[in-house]
C-alpha cells in the first residue's frame, strides 16, 4: 500500500498597472492499498512570497481506498517587488494515519517579471545641441505616465511631464556654452514612470549631444594700420621697404568657448597674438593679410583682408657729369662758369611724396677742392624722371686756378641721395706748384707732390716701390678725393701673391689673397647663432667666407611646436644676415622633415611638416650669398 502526491504551482497572468501575478496551486493525493481512511482529516500548506515568511493554510480532505483526490485547487494573488521580479514557494504536509505516515511536498517557482519603469530610446544616438531628438518611450502598461528631465554639465531642467510613449524634445542652443573646451559631451535623459500619481520607478538613458559645425569662433575685426611711427602722419598709403603693419585683430569665442591662439600670415611670415607690428613689407601692391583664429574646442575661423602698398624707390642718382664753360654757354677747358648734366628719378608714392609736409626737392652745390663748406647754386622740386643739361653761364664764378667739387643731392621723406663730381682745372699742360714741391700735368698745380689729369699711356715697364722695408708693405693705395682709403694692392705674405684688401664704408675690411699658381683665398670668419630661451642649441656653426655664409644648427624646441606652424628659434648676427630671406628644408626628429628660412633682419624660423606627437628636435643647414638680390643694382654713372 502506498500514498503518493503531486504539487503544481503555475503563473496564469500578470497585472502590468498593479504590479501582481496571479498564480495556481494544485494539490493532489494518490492513495493505492485496500487501507481505508475515508473519514475526514486535516492537511496544511504553507506560502512564502518573495522569500518571506511562510504563511499556514488548512484543508479538509478524505483519501478512500485506491483513489485520487483532489486536496487543493486554488489561485492566490502573489505581489511583485518594485523591480518587478517575484517568487513564491509552497509547501504541503499530511499526515495520512495509515502506514504511509507523514508526507510532504515543495515546489519554488521564480515568476516572470512585470517592467517597470520605462527605459527612454532616442531616435539618434547623438544630435546636434539647437536641433530635436524625439525620445521614444516603450511602456509598460497603457495607464503609465512619465515626466523627462536632463542634466547636461552644470545645466539641468524638465523636459516635459504626463508624457506617453514619446516626446520630440529641442535641444536649449545655450547647453553648447556646458562644453565650452570640447565638440560633444554625454547628456543624461532620466525618466520617471508613474501609474496615475504613484511612482512606479526611475531610469536613465545618455544621450550624445554635439555642438553644431557651425559654432565656430567669430573674428569681429581685423584693424591693420601703419606699423611705422614716423610714418603715421605723413602717409595714408603704406610705402614698400618703409611701412610695417599694425594688426589688431578682435574675436570671441561663441557658445562658451574662448579664443585659444590668433595667427596671422603677412609675407609668408606668421605671426601670433592679437596685437602685433610686422616686418618691413617688402613688395608693392595688393597684400594679403591672412588671420586665423582657434577657439577651445578647436574650432576655426579665418579672414582675409588686403592692405595696397605703394612702391617706392629711394631717390636714384643715375648720372651726372660737369664741364667748364664760358659765358656764352661753350664748352671750354679754361672757362669760368659750369654746366651740368643730370639724370635722376624719385618716386611717386601714390602722389603723397612730395606733397605738404613730405617734401620732394634737389639742390645742386659747389665747393672748392681745398674747402669743406657747399654753397647751394640752384635748388627746387624734384621731378619723377629729370635727365637734361643745365649751363650756369652767370654764376657760380668758379676759378680756372682751382678744382671744385660739385654735389648734386635728390631728397624725399626717407632718404638722400648724394653725388659728388670733381672738375679739375683749367687745363694746363705743364704746371709748377708755388711751393717749389708740387707738379701738374693737364691742370693747374695745387699741392706737392705730383698730380696728372691726363690720360697717361706708360709704354715702359712701371716699377712701384714700397717705402717699406718689411716683405709685406703697402705698394699702392686707392683713395676716394677726400683721401678715404677704398683699398690696397699688397705683396702677399714672403712675395708670392697678391693681397687685395677692400675697406667698407662702415670701416670693415675684406681681404682676398690672390696665390701665385692663380687660387683665390678669403678669411674665414665664425659668429654665434643666438637662440630663443625655449630653445636650446645642441650644435651650431655660422661662418663665412666672404658673401657665402654658412649656417648649421641642430636645435631642441621646449615644447611641441603643431605640424605647419612657425616657431622663431633664435637670431643670426649682423653681417651674416641675407639681403633677402633663404629657406632650406631639414629633419625634423628622426624621420620627419620641417623647413628652416633665416630672414633679412636676422630672424630663424623652423616650420614642421609632419605630424608627430613631439615636433621638439630639428636639424637644418643653409649656405647662402648674403649679398644677393633681386633684380639689377642701379649705380651712378659718371660722364666725363
Request: net charge negative; charged share 15%.
Amino acid at each position: 500500500m502506498g500514498v503518493s502526491q503531486n504539487l503544481t504551482v503555475t503563473q496564469k497572468s500578470r497585472d502590468f498597472a498593479g504590479n501582481f501575478s496571479k498564480v495556481r496551486i494544485r494539490w493532489t493525493s494518490t492513495q493505492s492499498g485496500s487501507s481505508w481512511n475515508g473519514y475526514n482529516r486535516t492537511a496544511y500548506y504553507y506560502v512564502s512570497v518573495n522569500g518571506g515568511a511562510e504563511k499556514k493554510y488548512s484543508v479538509k480532505y478524505t483519501l478512500p481506498q485506491n483513489t485520487t483526490k483532489t486536496i487543493l485547487d486554488t489561485t492566490i494573488v502573489v505581489p511583485h517587488r518594485a523591480d518587478g521580479t517575484a517568487s513564491v514557494k509552497v509547501r504541503t504536509w499530511m499526515d495520512t494515519d495509515i502506514s504511509a505516515g507523514i508526507i510532504q511536498k515543495s515546489q519554488a517557482v521564480t515568476l516572470t517579471s512585470i517592467p517597470r519603469a520605462t527605459v527612454p530610446t532616442f531616435s539618434a544616438a547623438s544630435t546636434e545641441i539647437g536641433s530635436n531628438v524625439t525620445i521614444n518611450l516603450n511602456r509598460a502598461a497603457d495607464s503609465f505616465t512619465h515626466t523627462l528631465t536632463y542634466a547636461f554639465g552644470k545645466a539641468s531642467g524638465t523636459i516635459g511631464a504626463d508624457i506617453g510613449t514619446s516626446v520630440v524634445w529641442s535641444i536649449p542652443s545655450d547647453l553648447a556654452a556646458q562644453i565650452p573646451n570640447a565638440v560633444s559631451g554625454t547628456c543624461a535623459i532620466t525618466c520617471k514612470t508613474y501609474n496615475g500619481s504613484t511612482l512606479i520607478g526611475t531610469q536613465t538613458a545618455n544621450l550624445t549631444l554635439k555642438v553644431p559645425s557651425s559654432v565656430v569662433p567669430v573674428i569681429n575685426s581685423v584693424s591693420i594700420i601703419e606699423g611705422t611711427e614716423q610714418l603715421k602722419n605723413h602717409f595714408t598709403v603704406f610705402v614698400q621697404n618703409n611701412s610695417t603693419l599694425a594688426v589688431s585683430v578682435s574675436a570671441v569665442g561663441v557658445a562658451g568657448s574662448s579664443i585659444a591662439k590668433v595667427e596671422t600670415k603677412i609675407q609668408d611670415v606668421i605671426y601670433n597674438g592679437t596685437s602685433f607690428v610686422s616686418a618691413l613689407i617688402t613688395a608693392a601692391g595688393e597684400i594679403t593679410v591672412n588671420t586665423t583664429v582657434t577657439d577651445s574646442r578647436g574650432r576655426t575661423a579665418k579672414s582675409s583682408s588686403t592692405v595696397s602698398v605703394a612702391e617706392y624707390d629711394f631717390p636714384t642718382i643715375y648720372s651726372m657729369s660737369v664741364k667748364r664753360i664760358d659765358t656764352a654757354g661753350n664748352e671750354t677747358e679754361d672757362g669760368e662758369r659750369i654746366s651740368v648734366r643730370i639724370h635722376y628719378s624719385t618716386s611717386n608714392i601714390d602722389n603723397q611724396n612730395g606733397e605738404h609736409e613730405n617734401p620732394r626737392t634737389y639742390k645742386l652745390q659747389y665747393r672748392r677742392s681745398d674747402e669743406t663748406e657747399f654753397t647751394t647754386f640752384e635748388s627746387g622740386e624734384a621731378s619723377l624722371i629729370h635727365s637734361q643739361s643745365h649751363a650756369y653761364k652767370s654764376a657760380p664764378v668758379i676759378s680756372g686756378d682751382n678744382s671744385y667739387v660739385i654735389r648734386l643731392e635728390v631728397a624725399d621723406f626717407f632718404k638722400t641721395t648724394v653725388c659728388d663730381i670733381e672738375l679739375p682745372t683749367a687745363f694746363t699742360l705743364m704746371d709748377f706748384n708755388s711751393s717749389g714741391q708740387g707738379v701738374a700735368f693737364g691742370k693747374v698745380s695745387e699741392k706737392s707732390g705730383m698730380e696728372v689729369n691726363m690720360n697717361t699711356d706708360f709704354i715702359k715697364e712701371v716699377n712701384v716701390y714700397s717705402d717699406s722695408n718689411i716683405e709685406n708693405g703697402n705698394y699702392i693705395n686707392f683713395r676716394k678725393k677726400d683721401g678715404t682709403l677704398t683699398a690696397k694692392v699688397n705683396s702677399s705674405e714672403n712675395g708670392e701673391g697678391l693681397s687685395i684688401i677692400i675697406y667698407g664704408s662702415d670701416g670693415a675690411t675684406e681681404e682676398l689673397t690672390v696665390l701665385k699658381d692663380g687660387g683665390i683665398t678669403l678669411p674665414i670668419e665664425e659668429t654665434f647663432f643666438t637662440a630663443e630661451t625655449d630653445v636650446t642649441i645642441n650644435r651650431s656653426t655660422v661662418s663665412r667666407q666672404g658673401n657665402i655664409v654658412l649656417f648649421y644648427a641642430y636645435v631642441t624646441a621646449s615644447n611641441a611646436i603643431g605640424s605647419g606652424n612657425a616657431k622663431h628659434v633664435g637670431t643670426v648676427p649682423e653681417g651674416y644676415r641675407p639681403n633677402l630671406s633663404v629657406a632650406t628644408i631639414g629633419i625634423q626628429g628622426n624621420t620627419g622633415v620641417c623647413s628652416a628660412w633665416v630672414q633679412n633682419t636676422g630672424d630663424v624660423w623652423i616650420r614642421p611638416h609632419s605630424a608627430a606627437s613631439a615636433n621638439t628636435t630639428f636639424e637644418f643647414m643653409l649656405v647662402y650669398n648674403k649679398a644677393a638680390t633681386w633684380g639689377i643694382q642701379q649705380e651712378v654713372i659718371t660722364d666725363d
